[in-house]
């Protein structure tokens, strides 16, 4: 039977501070995790489940912990799979984990992720007052993450900008050939797109 955590969307209390429930229940799954060394790597780090790193990052326990209290658990994220829980048998639970794995293995999150390689632990340092390459990082990593547009399952910003400039790459396009590709794009997109206008742009993001 799968554990009751409504506790997880009740991060503040009626006053707007962090509740004690939400506080027992980090110090839980902390518990938990410790539990399991398997999750923990060499460097004593573990996948952050906040709805900023949303088990993309690794990071020390502490500042996991830290995550959690300021910011609350990434959405659906009940079923702690990621963390050595085993899958619950429940058909919601199911489909929970399943969105959960097919998020963390992002082929575009993971290339933004091993680009910044020995830097993104300090870059997770500078999250709260960031220099520009780690404000480059994030952005970089949330547009690995956001739908191209609302409601777009197939292509992420970054998944579309990089598959363009491959292409102007392979066939040898100019710069004003790729320009004029991507304004016929555009305009067969839905309104709320967010594909970048030009190379100029779409070079800057990559």
């Known amino acids: 039977m799968a554990p009751d955590r409504s506790w997880m969307s009740r991060r503040q209390d009626c006053t707007g501070h962090l509740s004690e429930e939400f506080k027992k229940g980090v110090m ?45 658990f990434m959405e659906g994220y009940i079923n702690w799979t990621a963390h050595g829980e085993e899958r619950w048998v429940e058909q919601d639970a199911t489909n929970v ?32 007052d960031p220099n520009p390459s780690a404000s480059k990082f994030y952005k970089l990593l949330r547009s690995a993450d956001e739908p191209l547009w ?9 998944s579309a900008v990089t598959q363009l400039v491959n ?12 320009n004029r590709m991507v304004a016929i794009i555009k305009s067969m997109l839905p309104e709320s797109e967010k594909l970048p206008e030009d190379f100029y742009r779409s070079k800057t993001m990559i």
């Open 167 to 178: 292409l102007k790459s392979e066939f040898n396009m100019s710069e004003s050939c790729y």
């Open 28 to 72: 839980e799954f902390v518990d938990f995790v410790e539990r399991n060394p398997t999750v923990i790597d060499s460097l004593g780090r573990i996948l952050c489940p906040c709805t900023k790193c949303k088990n993309r990052i690794r990071d020390e326990i502490f500042w996991v912990e830290k995550h959690l209290c300021d910011r609350g």
């Open 150 to 158: 609302d409601g777009c399952t197939k292509h992420t910003i970054l």
């Open 97 to 128: 984990t399943q969105e959960h794995e097919e998020e963390i293995t992002n082929p575009y999150v993971d290339m933004v992720i091993d680009a910044a390689g020995d830097n993104l632990n300090v870059m997770e340092g500078l999250e709260e």
